[in-house]
């Protein structure tokens, strides 16, 4: 059987790993292992978050931005400092955050798999692993479809940075 992360979903050399046999599906890769190393040891939530390979984008309860890592600053082109501490429809350009009710509050946002997916974790404490969305972004004056894997855990050790 296949060992895969169950922090980001990628493939893992059983070589050097002790599992517990040949059905274990799930464990966690070196760099995730660094990553939740950093998080134990009280590290910073940007430096945490900058150390794994996968775009990262910390929210409350609130849906609010608290952080991102370089790869989702490099996969949303690159404006971290523009949109942390706001709503993430906002940081994703959603079409539907733009409009007079606001992020969160249209009638599309209701099935919004983003939102929905952060709402369960945070309420039920269970995460959602590669979940398929499909969001309708405003890039080029033109609204698109952008397909993305969306992975929730709840940690509610991590603190905004203006809390560090």
Sequence with gaps: MKLVCAWCGSAIERSGYDTPGPDTSHGMCPACSQALAFQEQGVPLQRHIDSVPIPILPVDTNNITLAMNAKASEMLG???GATTGSQFGLVFDC????QSEGCGRSI?????VIR????DTFTKGKPQIAVPA???VDSSDRPSNVVLTITTVKND???PPSSE
Excluded: Q
């Design 78 to 80: 690159g404006n971290s």
């Design 95 to 98: 079409v539907h955050s733009r």
């Design 108 to 112: 599309h946002c209701s099935g919004c």
């Design 116 to 119: 929905r997916s952060v709402a």
């Design 134 to 136: 499909t969001l309708n």
């Design 157 to 159: 050790k991590l603190k």
